[in-house]
């Protein structure tokens, strides 16, 4: 098997340096991850995004099945399982966005940043070209920076708004944890990362996709607290 926790070092380290290069260019951004900073308004409009885009996730994914299942069949059950097990977590973080006075309506694609269509629009693109790796080393992403920013951000939420304010977000980093979401994508990673090519195209991504994610609190900021 080529793909080893060296490997996976490698990934965890690209992924740090990319997001420590997009905090240096967005100071809330940086103290909204790493420090007491904080804003409602900030918040909110970040948990209404995230549920905007697990939607689109899931639509990337059930792609990515779609091409995996041509070429290779381990990705193509391993992110169907994956898929399955996400179904459903929109409707943790909708509970809060209902309280936060969100409707059904305002929870729609068209109502996403368009840094959000843009980085969505990558993945979905690179998944056609080079097949399923590009969704899994981004799902994989997700539950990486997940372990690393959620919980922290949640709590910090609980504090300035109340536990009850964030009880669906909440609910949502106690299930990936208790799923172990983020060791499911990283053993999916050794099913499309099996060659140096492979891996070199992993980096490649991880580097066009975290300044895209910095480009999306750049517009959160613009939004918020301009």
Known sequence: MFFSQESLKKLESAVDHAMHSE???????????NEDWFDENYYKRHILECVIRIHMNNELDANAVRVAAINNISAAK??????YDEF?????FGQD???????????V??????????????????????????????????EYYGDKFNNF??????????NQAVSGAASHVAFDEAE????????????????????DLAIKHI????????????AVRAETLS
């Open 153 to 162: 951000i949640t709590q910090k939420a609980g504090v300035h708004m109340g």
């Open 180 to 199: 172990d979401h983020s060791g499911m994508m990283t053993d999916m990673l050794s099913s499309v990362i099996k060659t140096q090519e492979d891996f």
């Open 78 to 83: 391993q992110l169907s399982y994956y898929l």
């Open 97 to 107: 966005l209902t309280k936060y006075g969100y409707s059904s309506d305002q929870i």
């Open 109 to 142: 694609s068209k109502n996403a940043f368009p840094e959000t269509w843009k980085l969505m629009g990558y993945l979905n693109f690179c998944v056609e070209k080079f097949g399923a790796l590009p969704a899994v080393v981004w799902d994989w992403f997700l």
């Open 23 to 33: 905090f240096k260019k967005d100071e809330i951004m940086h103290k909204f991850h």
């Open 207 to 218: 580097n066009s996709f975290v300044p895209m994610v910095g480009e999306y609190f750049q």
């Open 88 to 92: 459903g977590h929109d409707e943790m």
